[in-house]
Structure formats: structure tokens, C-alpha cells
């Protein structure tokens, strides 16, 4: 079941094309198009906002266009039914799974974790993301693992609920960029990296200025407690 | 340029304001010789005044429900203009506080501040550091994050097992059975009570320096005006500059090592069904942590890791010394370093998993924390030949 | 402490007031500059697009003289169907003598309902429920209850009165009328909220005042 409703939702993804950066570069940008197109499947990123996404060079436009195409509850209706509405810049990235029990029940009993914080909380960071995604190998003989679970040799149990979800050529990046698993996984960590660390280029930006205005204040300061303390009686 | 007797002007013969200002900030008697390490009282008051700047802009934005609480704080990390500075001036603000707070009082420890006359400016000092303790552990729970909620859960637990008193406070703090809605929504009124009662004790501390008047590395109070310099602009200027240095570290941890002192466990939502497996204080609480875990009894090293710190509250009495700084004291010169290292051991040996060897270095530098306070300095101040 | 001001070196006292200056400006830039990041956290973050969200109402079940409300962008719309006497009521030389605005000059509503009822169909009303005066939520009153106007609205905080078509009364504090939604008819028995066909141009926020 998990397959058919991935490749359901992939299949409706392909036509986001539109909704893509026009020239993504960093690896970040091509990250949040692997997102779009191969992790939003079954991942959500409960606490990032569409409109969050113009840190990664998406346009006003690019990022309303790819809302609207996604529902998000909106109440219910007069026979208490609930309702959706198309999203809005403002709304979160939801997992596709309208509740925690639907997740579990598409994927073997366990719910595809949330991606906000991934890359922060998971033991290893982005580079484990990447390893993860690179490390599927096939079911050595021998080895039994029970329905939904995929050979994977970078965890500790050698096995993860994920399917493999990266394949060569799976998706075209606008920038020209082959799309190797490699590479798509390398970009997806990079991104899943500055999702998780939000702000972190302006942080950087504005520290430089305020430690540049700091040390000019202490040259500043101690000439003058310099001069003070000279002229003392 | 001698000040001219003038008549008092409107404001002054009403509220003094001016001349009161202008004695106690300007023209205010200081020692000739103080060193840098008294320009940390500065960089705490600076510190709280960020702390409670942000608290009030942060508090604006923050929810203390259990269903909202976590995901309004990601809302200031990410959505709120500016809200991650805010956000991380605060967190980066504990670090400094309880940096500049540990190295303030071993200041004292080290000069002899604490004697008379400057008990209460020492027992009100120590006082502040127990408030800003409780503060700080409230406002930890506020992110409702898996470490806020565990952290929470351990603390409160011990406080339970306090005999007497113990069951008391923790119901009063958790007002339920388990740590919930009620709880979280008690501890964030604690937290923003605590900030204001923290301003107001200050203003006591500050008042009693004021009284008292500061020490200095001699510990030989200045006698004679010429013996002191005017507040301003001699220490001014040179606090003004310590401040430029310490604002540069303070800026660093905000803009480029966010992620140095947190714990990536505390950005997954709090869930009562999972213990993270890798579960550990904060820093500034450490040191206590280890004592807890080094003794093998609940209410035993819950009575010790109090103990550490009543400690210092008896000082003033287990010092008998006249002479103020270790400097003049050949033993106290060699116990006390021992004591900040045992503190330092402690501190790093509660941030590590609980192996054998990190037990015993726990243990012997509880030891001597205590052998340092209970047996060094009573016995010391008997008998030594001081310098 | 008045020895420290002993005359400092000649050449000296002009640098330090140079540096002193330059130091207390660049200080209070500084703590000036801090303060934005304060202030910017205030600002409303959620700048959302409310304008483009239209609602849909059935209108099947609203027999004649009865009123509905619906919410639409967090206000409450008023929707009645209007007996022939509350639509003769509302045309009484009196009754109009008495009105602030009869002839809906103030930009309050779309052009399609810039007429004498302030609807686009004479027999259906959609008023945004929202007091002109202070922002209470006026309360409607039944024909029956108030001959003189044929039903209208009553504002509870200061009175506040408004006619069946949202206009509002000469004794009553309220400056404007009551502020028309864009409205299209889909069907003789459902409406649009949100989106005016005879005036496609018209936005919420262009109005007067709500």
C-alpha cells in the first residue's frame, strides 16, 4: 500500500515542475527540489512555513503556486465532515498523512518522522542523512528482515523502514545538474541541514557586522580608559 | 573645578535624584587597584538586562499550553521577525550569566569578600544565584522540548523525596499528578516572576556594596581619599571597555555557535513514553548533577548536592580569618585552587555518561569541595601565619 | 575626587573630547541599532492574504424575512431575505429624511450595490455585521419589533441604528453605513462571498471603513 500511494503522490508531484526555483545552484536549492518531489511523499515539515521557503531562492509566486496545490485541514463542514483548503504561504509544510494513525498505517506501522529538525536531532546530522540515503544494499542471505523493512548498512540494526527513495535520474534539476542518487543525496542533507538551522546565513552575516562594531567600541573604549587612567592623580 | 554651592534646584528639593546619582555614580570612592575580575558585576547586570529584554519580547510570543508550547518557540525560531535573535540572545544569555556569576563569587572566595563587613552583600549574592538557579530551570521547561520535559520530571522527583518540605513544593509546582498542562503553565509564571524578584534583590546587593564598599585585591580598605579614585570616569571607562570584550564572546556564542551549549534532544517535542537516551544538564548545573549521581542514595545526594552550596552560605562563619585575600594565605592559597578545580571536575564529570572513572573523580572532587569548606578553612583560620 | 580634574596635558584635552565624543555617539548608535531587532519582532508576521478567500452560501433554506449570519475573513456577515414591505419601508420619504447617507455616497460597498436596498438583488441583503462607530457586532430587529424602519440593525455599545439596508440613522453616533461584501449570485438561491461580478475590482480594503 505504502508503494502505490508513494507513486500516486509522486506521479502528482511530477506536475510541480512549475513550482521549481527557474536556476537553482546551491546544493541547498536543488535540496528543496528533491524535497518537493520525492520526500514530501511521506514527510512533513510540521513547523516550516511555505512562505520559509524563500530562504532557498524560491519566488513569492513559485512558493504560492506550490501551496495551493497542497490541502490543509480547515475545519469541518455543517455535517462535520472535515474540510481542507488549498494552502497558503503562511501555512505549514504538513505531512501528507492527514493524522499520525494513517501514517503508520501506509508505512508497516511507523510514522515517517518529521523533517524540521532532522538534521539536528538525528545522531550524526546531515552527513548521516546522506549516509542513510547512500547506504541501501540489497538483503544479504541469511539475513531475515520482517515486511517493510529495507537493508540499510549505515544504522546500527542494518535495517530502516524507508524504501530507497532516490534513484538516478529520478528528477531533473532546472540548473542542468545530473541528478544522481549521489548528488540528490548530498543536496537533500544540505538542505535538510538549513531547515534545521533557520536564519543560520543571516546569523552569520549580522555577527560579522556586530563583532566588526564591537571591536571598533573596544578600540574606542580602551584609548579612552587609557587616557583616563594616565591623567590620574 | 570645585563643585559650586548652589541652591538645591526644583527636582532636588523634592526628589534627590541627582545628587544621590552623582554620590553613588560619579563620585563614589573606589579602590586605586582593582583587577578585572571585578568588572564581572558589570557583565551580570548587562547579562539580566538582555535576559529580561528578550524574556518580556520572547514571553510575547510564547504559548504555555503543552499542545502549543513547543511549536510557538519554532514559531520565534522561524516565522517571528527577528525572533531567532531574540531566542538566542536569551539562551545565549544563561551561559554568560552563569559564567560570570561562578567566576564573580569565586572572585570573592579567592579575595576574602565575604568577611565582615560584607556578610549580607555575600549572603545576598548567594541568594541571587540560588534565584537565578530556580529561574533558569523553570525557563528550561518552557520549550517543552524532550529535555525541558525529562529534566523537569528528574528535578521535581527530587524535590519530592526533600523529607518535610519536598511534597509540598513539588505538588505546589506541578499542581497534578504528572507533569502537564497545569505545571508548565505554574513553572512559566514562576519564570517571569522570578526575573523581576531577581531586579529587586539586585537592587539590595547593589545597595550593600554601596554601604559596605567594594574590596579590593590588597583587602586592606582604603582609608584616605587619596588612597581611592572616583567611579566615574575611572572605572566607567574601564568597565566600558571590559564590556566591549565580554560583548564579543556574548556575540559569538549568539551569531556563530547557536548550537554550541544546546541540546539537539530538546528540539523534538516532548513525549512522556520516551526517556532520550543521552540525557544531561545543561552546563551551569553539572557540577551539581555529578554529587547527585556520585552518591550511591537518593536523599543522600540530594542532601550533598544542597550541601555544596549551603556551603558558602556558612562561610562567613567557618572563616574566622581576619585576613581577606588567599593571596596572603599560603594555605588557603593552595586548598582553594583545588576547590575551583574539584568544581570544574564536577562540572565536567556531570556532562559525561556515569563510568567508573567518572564516579570516582566525582567523588574525590566532592571530597574535597567539602574538605576545603568544613575542614581547611575552620582549621586555617586557627592557626596560619599569614604573609 | 576634585584633584582628578587637575589640569590634564595641553593637546591632550582635545583628542579626549574627540574620542569621548566619538565613543558615547558610537555607543548609543549601537544600543539604538539593538533596539530594532526588538521592535521588528512586533511587526505582524502572518501577513496573510485574506483577501483572495471567498465563501459560498446557500440561501435555499432563508425564507422570507428571515436573517442568517456567516463568518467570512473573521467577520460576521449579515445575510436577510426581505419581505415587499421592509423593500417599501426602506423607499418612505420619511424614513429617509432621517438617514445620514441615503444614497450610499461613502465608498462602503461595490458599485453593483451602490443603490437605494444596497444589494445586488433588491430582495436578498449581505451587510459585514460590523458597527461603524466602534466595531460591535449589531444585533437585527424583526420588522415586526420595529414598525418605524421595518426591521434594522441596533448597535448594544452606544445605539447606534442602522435600516434594514445597513444605512445608518442621523441620531446615532455611527459616522458610515454598514460596509457591503463583494457579493455574485451562482444561482437564484446561492451566493458568493468574496468576489463581485459587477464590480470585479472592488477590495475590502478600498472601502471607507469597516
Not at chain 2, 155 to 169: D, E, M, Y
Not at chain 2, 221 to 234: G, I
Request: include cysteine.
Amino acid at each position: 500500500m505504502s508503494r502505490l500511494l508513494r507513486d500516486l503522490v509522486l506521479t502528482s508531484l511530477a506536475s510541480l515542475l512549475t513550482a521549481l526555483p527557474a536556476c537553482a545552484s546551491t546544493p541547498a536549492q536543488r535540496g528543496l527540489i528533491v524535497f518537493q518531489q520525492v520526500c514530501a511523499a511521506c514527510h512533513g515539515m510540521d513547523h516550516v512555513d511555505y512562505g520559509d521557503m524563500a530562504a532557498f531562492g524560491l519566488s513569492p509566486d513559485a512558493i504560492r503556486t506550490w501551496a495551493a496545490d497542497q490541502q490543509i485541514p480547515n475545519g469541518t463542514d455543517d455535517n462535520g465532515a472535515p474540510k481542507t483548503r488549498a494552502a497558503t504561504p503562511a501555512d505549514p509544510i504538513l505531512s501528507p498523512y492527514p493524522n499520525d494513525a494513517v501514517g503508520r498505517l501506509a508505512n508497516h506501522g511507523l510514522l515517517p518522522p518529521d523533517l524540521s529538525r532532522l538534521a539536528m536531532t538525528l545522531h550524526g546530522g546531515p552527513a548521516q542523512i546522506q549516509r542513510i540515503l547512500l547506504s541501501y544494499a540489497p538483503t544479504p542471505a541469511g539475513v531475515k528482515l520482517d515486511d517493510g523493512r529495507y537493508y540499510n548498512t549505515a544504522l546500527k540494526w542494518k535495517h530502516i523502514g524507508m524504501p530507497p527513495p532516490l534513484q538516478d535520474g529520478m528528477l531533473t534539476y532546472p540548473d542542468g545538474t545530473k541528478a544522481t542518487t549521489t548528488q540528490m543525496a548530498t543536496d537533500v542533507s544540505a538542505f535538510l541541514n538549513d531547515v534545521a538551522h533557520p536564519h543560520a546565513a543571516e546569523r552569520r552575516r549580522i555577527g560579522v557586522y556586530v563583532l566588526t562594531y564591537l571591536a571598533l567600541m573596544a578600540i574606542l573604549t580602551f584609548l579612552l580608559q587609557r587616557r583616563i587612567w594616565k591623567s590620574r592623580p | 573645578m570645585p563643585i559650586p554651592e548652589k541652591t538645591p534646584g526644583w527636582l532636588e528639593r523634592r526628589l534627590p535624584v541627582m545628587s544621590v546619582l552623582r554620590r553613588e555614580y560619579i563620585a563614589f570612592p573606589m579602590p586605586r587597584n582593582l583587577n578585572a575580575l571585578w568588572s564581572f558585576g558589570a557583565f551580570l547586570i548587562v547579562t539580566m538586562a538582555a535576559m529580561i529584554a528578550s524574556g518580556l519580547f520572547l514571553a510575547i510570543n510564547y504559548t504555555p499550553d503543552i499542545t502549543q508550547a513547543f511549536a510557538s518557540v519554532e514559531a520565534i525560531d522561524r516565522q517571528i521577525p527577528s525572533g531567532w535573535f531574540l531566542r538566542s540572545l536569551h539562551m545565549g544569555g544563561v551561559t554568560m550569566l552563569f559564567a560570570c556569576l561562578y567566576i564573580h563569587i569565586a572572585r570573592s572566595l579567592w579575595y576574602g569578600s565575604y568577611k565582615a563587613p560584607r556578610e549580607l552583600l555575600w549572603l545576598t549574592g548567594l541568594g541571587l544565584m540560588l534565584m537565578v538557579m530556580v529561574t533558569a530551570f523553570a525557563g528550561y521547561v518552557l520549550p517543552w522540548g524532550q529535555m525541558s520535559y525529562w529534566g523537569a520530571t528528574v528535578v521535581l522527583n527530587a524535590v519530592h523525596t526533600i523529607p518535610l518540605i519536598g511534597k509540598p513544593v513539588s505538588e505546589l509546582l506541578l499542581g497534578g499528578e504528572t507533569l502537564g498542562n497545569t505545571a508548565l503553565h505554574r513553572l512559566f509564571v514562576l519564570h517571569f516572576t522570578m526575573a523581576f524578584a531577581i531586579l529587586a534583590v539586585i537592587a539590595l546587593h547593589v545597595a550593600a556594596l554601596h554601604v559596605v564598599k567594594p574590596n579590593n585585591p590588597s583587602g586592606i580598605d582604603p582609608v584616605s581619599p587619596k588612597q581611592t579614585l572616583p567611579f566615574h570616569p575611572y572605572y566607567t571607562s574601564r568597565d566600558g571597555f571590559a564590556l566591549c570584550l565580554f560583548l564579543m564572546v556574548y556575540a559569538g556564542l549568539v551569531f556563530f555557535l547557536p548550537d554550541l551549549l544546546t541540546l539537539a534532544d530538546n528540539y523534538v517535542q516532548a513525549n512522556p513514553l520516551v526517556t532520550p537516551r543521552d540525557i544531561r544538564p545543561e552546563w551551569y548545573f553539572a557540577p551539581f548533577y555529578a554529587i547527585l549521581r556520585a552518591v550511591p542514595s537518593r536523599l543522600g545526594g540530594l542532601l550533598l548536592a544542597v550541601g555544596s552550596l549551603a556551603v558558602l552560605f556558612a562561610l562567613p562563619s567557618l572563616d574566622r580569618s581576619p585576613t581577606r585575600p588567599a593571596t596572603r594565605r599560603p594555605l588557603v592559597r593552595l586548598s582553594l585552587p583545588l576547590a575551583f578545580v574539584s568544581f570544574i571536575l564536577l562540572g565536567i564529570a556531570g556532562m559525561h555518561p556515569p563510568t567508573e572513572t567518572w564516579l570516582i573523580v566525582s567523588r574525590v572532587a566532592m571530597a574535597w569541595w567539602f574538605i576545603h569548606f568544613l575542614v581547611v578553612m575552620p582549621l586555617v583560620s586557627e592557626r596560619e601565619i599569614t604573609s | 575626587m576634585t584633584q582628578s580634574e587637575t589640569p590634564p596635558p595641553p593637546g591632550g584635552t582635545k583628542r579626549r573630547d574627540l574620542l569621548t565624543t566619538a565613543t558615547v555617539t558610537l555607543g548609543c548608535a549601537g544600543a539604538c541599532a539593538l533596539a530594532v531587532p526588538f521592535l521588528n519582532s512586533l511587526k505582524n508576521s502572518a501577513a496573510t492574504t485574506l483577501s483572495d478567500r471567498t465563501l459560498e452560501v446557500d440561501l435555499s433554506s432563508l425564507a422570507p424575512g428571515q436573517d442568517m449570519t456567516v463568518q467570512w475573513q473573521d467577520w460576521p456577515i449579515f445575510i436577510q431575505r426581505r419581505t415587499p414591505q421592509m423593500l417599501a419601508a426602506l423607499q418612505t420619504p420619511g424614513h429617509i429624511a432621517t438617514l445620514r447617507d441615503a444614497d450610499s455616497k461613502m465608498l462602503q460597498q461595490p458599485k453593483d450595490a451602490t443603490n437605494w436596498h444596497r444589494s445586488v438583488r433588491a430582495d436578498y441583503g449581505v451587510l459585514v455585521g460590523i458597527c461603524t462607530h466602534l466595531g460591535c457586532v449589531p444585533s437585527f430587529e424583526k420588522p415586526g419589533s420595529a414598525p418605524e424602519a421595518e426591521g434594522g440593525y441596533f448597535c448594544p455599545c452606544h445605539g447606534s441604528h442602522f435600516d434594514a439596508a445597513g444605512r445608518v440613522a442621523q441620531r446615532a453616533p455611527a459616522p458610515y453605513n454598514l460596509p457591503v461584501p463583494p457579493v455574485t449570485f451562482l444561482s437564484d438561491t446561492k451566493i458568493r462571498i468574496g468576489h463581485s461580478a459587477g464590480d470585479p475590482g472592488f477590495s475590502m480594503s478600498d472601502i471607507q471603513q469597516i
